[in-house]
C-alpha cells in the first residue's frame, strides 16, 4: 500500500498544478448565455467590430480562459512562416496598437466546427475591412471546452490571405459538402 501512495500523491499534485478551472459564470455578469459554439465565437467578432470607445475590453476576456494562447501565423520578410503568441491581455494591447480602432469590422462568411464531449474546435472564415474598405479574408481557429453550463475558448489561432494564398474553396460560402470531405 506504502508504495502507491507516493506516486498517488504526486499525481493528484501533479494534475492539479496543470489543470485550470474556468471562470465561475456565476461571478460574470454575461448577457449571451454562451451555450453554443456558434455564439460565443460570434461574440468575439461582435465585440471586436465595435468602435474603439464602445469595445468592452472585460466582455471580451469573460469569453476566454484567463490562460488563452493568441497565435497569429503570418509570413515574414522571406516568406517564411512566423508565428506571434499573445496572452490574453498582450492581445487586447496588440489589437489595440495594431488599428483596431479605425473603422475595423471583422466578419464572419462562413462557421464549421466539430464537438464531442466538452471540446469543440472551429474553423471561422473572415473577412475584415477597415473604413468600409474590405482588406483581406483569413479563419480564425478556436479550440473552446464547455465548463460551468457555457463555452469557453481555450485558443485562437488565426491567418489570412494577406500573403496571397487564397482561401480554400470548402471554407467559403457556397462549398458542397463533397468538397468538404
Given at each position: 500500500m506504502?508504495?502507491w501512495?507516493?506516486?498517488?500523491l504526486?499525481?493528484?499534485?501533479?494534475?492539479?498544478?496543470?489543470?485550470?478551472?474556468?471562470?465561475s459564470?456565476?461571478?460574470?455578469e454575461?448577457?449571451?448565455?454562451?451555450?453554443?459554439?456558434?455564439?460565443?465565437?460570434e461574440?468575439?467578432l461582435?465585440i471586436l467590430?465595435?468602435?474603439?470607445?464602445?469595445?468592452?475590453?472585460?466582455?471580451?476576456?469573460?469569453?476566454?480562459?484567463?490562460?488563452?494562447?493568441?497565435?497569429l501565423?503570418?509570413?515574414n520578410?522571406?516568406?517564411?512562416k512566423?508565428?506571434?503568441?499573445?496572452?490574453?491581455?498582450?492581445?487586447?494591447r496588440?489589437?489595440?496598437?495594431?488599428?483596431?480602432?479605425r473603422?475595423?469590422?471583422?466578419?464572419?462568411?462562413?462557421?464549421?466546427?466539430d464537438?464531442?464531449?466538452?471540446?469543440?474546435q472551429a474553423?471561422?472564415t473572415?473577412?475584415?475591412?477597415?473604413?468600409?474598405?474590405?482588406?483581406?479574408l483569413?479563419?480564425n481557429?478556436?479550440?473552446?471546452?464547455?465548463?460551468?453550463?457555457?463555452?469557453?475558448?481555450?485558443?485562437?489561432i488565426?491567418?489570412?490571405?494577406a500573403?496571397?494564398?487564397d482561401i480554400?474553396?470548402e471554407?467559403?460560402?457556397?462549398?458542397?459538402?463533397?468538397?468538404?470531405e
Open positions: 506504502k508504495k501512495f507516493l506516486p498517488l504526486f499525481l493528484l499534485c501533479f494534475s492539479k498544478l496543470y489543470s485550470q478551472d474556468a471562470p459564470a456565476s461571478n460574470l454575461v448577457s449571451p448565455s454562451f451555450s453554443s459554439v456558434e455564439e460565443t465565437v461574440e468575439v461582435r467590430s465595435m468602435p474603439e470607445g464602445e469595445r468592452n475590453w472585460e466582455d471580451f476576456r469573460n469569453l476566454f480562459l484567463s490562460n488563452a494562447d493568441f497565435i501565423v503570418s509570413d520578410s522571406l516568406g517564411r512566423k508565428m506571434s503568441r499573445f496572452n490574453l491581455e498582450d492581445f487586447v496588440f489589437f489595440r496598437s495594431s488599428g483596431g480602432g473603422g475595423f469590422q471583422e466578419t464572419q462568411i462562413q462557421l464549421e466546427g464537438s464531442y464531449n466538452g471540446i469543440a474553423f471561422q473572415y473577412e475584415v475591412s477597415w473604413d468600409g474598405e474590405v482588406q483581406q483569413g479563419i481557429a478556436y479550440q473552446l471546452v464547455f465548463v460551468d453550463g457555457r463555452w469557453w475558448i481555450a485558443n485562437l488565426w491567418t489570412s490571405n500573403n496571397g494564398v480554400p474553396d471554407y467559403l460560402p457556397g462549398a458542397s459538402s463533397e468538397s468538404k
